[in-house]
């Protein structure tokens, strides 16, 4: 993405207009972060963030963005100031429960998560409909469960919740993607919990899934069936590498092999002077020397 100064001040200032309106004060917090500050508390909002919702929209709406944006922002920390959550009483948190895939910051304190592949953790929180609380570890001491179970309890309640939508790739245009069964995922606040059960949609194939998950709003899938998977791979860290770059709550550009419920790096991506670098792990090599060549044309195969 672009960064145009010009855009971003506009942005900035549109923020800091939102926040008077409600009564809220806004102050430099960082290179690229503001923070909100009024009656019920403060909390800090990235431009980077702004920037990333508002590029794809027109700029006559980038104002009703940021001040829903705010308006958000402002009621989460008014529902967390008059109706705190009760940590001690666990039954009416068992429905509240869910889970999500975030990238491993490596300094995660007191929340609770494990991590499920190398850069990617999956955290614990308290759904209240209109606010999302990381689970602290804290809270947990004296719940009468483990941590294992409360994450089959997330799990859950995420499936409970409903599926995914399904949206097949349109990839014309895109360099050695034709004919590949491409499929991105969206829908759900949660969609990114489905990345532990992807044998429940149509997109695995005998070897298994090629999986990136760039954002909490997309995954991109790929069912591993034949050596057709290092087209994928290419195709996929492309398709990553630019939600990645370009969606707000960004998650991995890396591209990940779910096989059998379980999640494996299968190669890292690093942007370069002249494209894009694909470094496959070992396991993923390993993977690629069993895989047959896909078929041609000729008797029986389509041209």
Request: aromatic share 6%; proline share 9%.
């Amino acid at each position: 993405m672009r960064v145009d100064d010009a855009d971003d001040r506009l942005r900035k200032a549109m923020l800091f207009t939102a926040a008077d309106e409600y009564g809220y004060s806004c102050h430099d917090a960082g290179a690229d972060d503001v923070l909100v500050s009024g009656p019920d508390g403060e909390a800090t909002i990235s431009l980077t963030h702004l920037r990333r919702l508002a590029a794809p929209e027109p700029l006559d709406e980038w104002f009703g963005l940021i001040r829903d944006h705010v308006s958000t922002v402002i009621a989460t920390l008014a529902v967390e100031r008059q109706s705190p959550v009760d940590v001690t009483d666990f039954p009416p948190m068992r429905a509240l429960i869910r889970t999500r895939v975030y990238p491993d910051s490596g300094n995660e304190g007191d929340l609770v998560c494990r991590a499920i592949a190398p850069g990617l953790v999956q955290r614990l929180l308290i759904d209240r409909v209109h606010t999302v609380a990381p689970v602290q570890r804290s809270w947990i001491q004296h719940w009468p469960t483990t941590e294992a179970e409360l994450f089959c309890l997330a799990e859950d309640n995420v499936r409970a919740d409903g599926g995914v939508d399904l949206d097949t790739m349109p990839l014309d245009g895109v360099p050695m993607a034709e004919g590949l069964p491409i499929t991105r995922l969206i829908g759900p606040e949660y969609l990114t919990a489905h990345i532990r059960w992807l044998d429940a949609y149509p997109v695995v194939g005998p070897a298994g899934a090629l999986v990136v998950v760039p954002s909490k709003r997309v995954m991109f899938c790929y069912p591993i069936t034949d050596l057709d998977v290092l087209r994928a791979a290419a195709v996929l860290a492309r398709l990553g590498h630019i939600a990645h770059t370009d969606e707000p709550w960004p998650v991995s550009p890396w591209l990940y092999r779910w096989h059998n419920g379980s999640l494996d790096l299968a190669a890292r991506t690093i942007p370069t002077d002249d494209g894009l670098g694909i470094l496959p792990s070992e396991a993923f090599e390993d993977l690629i020397n069993t895989l047959d060549t896909p078929p041609g044309p000729g008797p029986g195969n389509d041209a």
